[in-house]
T-cell receptor
Framework: NAGVMQNPRHLVRRRGQEARLRCSPMKGHSHVYWYRQLPEEGLKFMVYLQKENIIDESGMPKERFSAEFPKEGPSILRIQQVVRGDSAAYFC?????????????FGSGTQLSVL | RKEVEQDPGPFNVPEGATVAFNCTYSNSASQSFFWYRQDCRKEPKLLMSVYSSGNEDGRFTAQLNRASQYISLLIRDSKLSDSATYLCVVPFSGGYNKLIFGAGTRLAVHP
């Protein structure tokens, strides 16, 4: 049973480009969470999605950031017109429905570097 | 006041030492707490859960002080492999897996 899969592992973008980060949850998991970790800081919640629904996006910046979790395929975190301050590690986590925190598993993350 | 606060360290200890980290939290209604371990910017992994006064797992002991709103993690007989960043985590009281992470405490165990 594969874990939470994120790709790419490293992503380099120039200012103004778009970044697309992908997350495939563990088999049987229908809940996906995105977190961002800036250098020397803890992980910060961004968004919580279920299939085809955004449940909580209170941690998402108001502009340039969007997330989706379609019926088929991985969850996508999209950052438009990236700026240097977007450079961070982006972690995805998944859990099955109705389960506690011990059933929350993180992917290896995508390290985004904006030049 | 931050929702979850930790001493960033680093804590530099020799092998075999006992080391303790503290974490304070602001939401007095929090019912459960977690310690995660993170290695070199890799994904965080759950180390221990704390639902009541404390929890023990081998060399690791977590304790909760609700009155003072802090959680501690004690590591006995430190190993080189314990070198990592330890994250104190408190769930958001919204009813799902939204977690609030502390910035972490770095531990370096040396020979």
């Amino acid at each position: 049973n594969a874990g939470v899969m994120q790709n790419p592992r490293h992503l380099v973008r120039r200012r103004g480009q778009e970044a697309r980060l992908r997350c495939s949850p563990m088999k049987g998991h229908s809940h996906v969470y995105w977190y961002r970790q800036l250098p020397e800081e803890g992980l910060k919640f961004m968004v919580y999605l279920q299939k085809e629904n955004i449940i909580d996006e209170s941690g998402m910046p108001k502009e340039r950031f969007s997330a989706e979790f379609p019926k088929e395929g991985p969850s996508i975190l999209r950052i438009q017109q990236v700026v240097r301050g977007d450079s961070a590690a982006y972690f995805c986590a998944s859990s099955p429905p109705g389960q506690g925190f011990e059933k929350l598993f993180f992917g290896s993350g995508t390290q985004l570097s904006v030049l | 006041r931050k929702e979850v606060e930790q001493d960033p360290g680093p804590f530099n200890v020799p092998e075999g030492a006992t080391v303790a980290f503290n974490c304070t939290y602001s939401n007095s209604a929090s019912q459960s707490f977690f310690w995660y371990r993170q290695d070199c910017r890799k994904e965080p992994k759950l180390l221990m859960s704390v639902y009541s006064s404390g929890n023990e797992d081998g060399r690791f002991t977590a304790q909760l002080n609700r009155a003072s709103q802090y959680i501690s993690l004690l590591i006995r007989d430190s190993k080189l492999s314990d070198s990592a960043t330890y994250l104190c985590v408190v769930p958001f009281s919204g009813g799902y897996n939204k977690l609030i992470f502390g910035a972490g405490t770095r531990l370096a165990v040396h020979p």
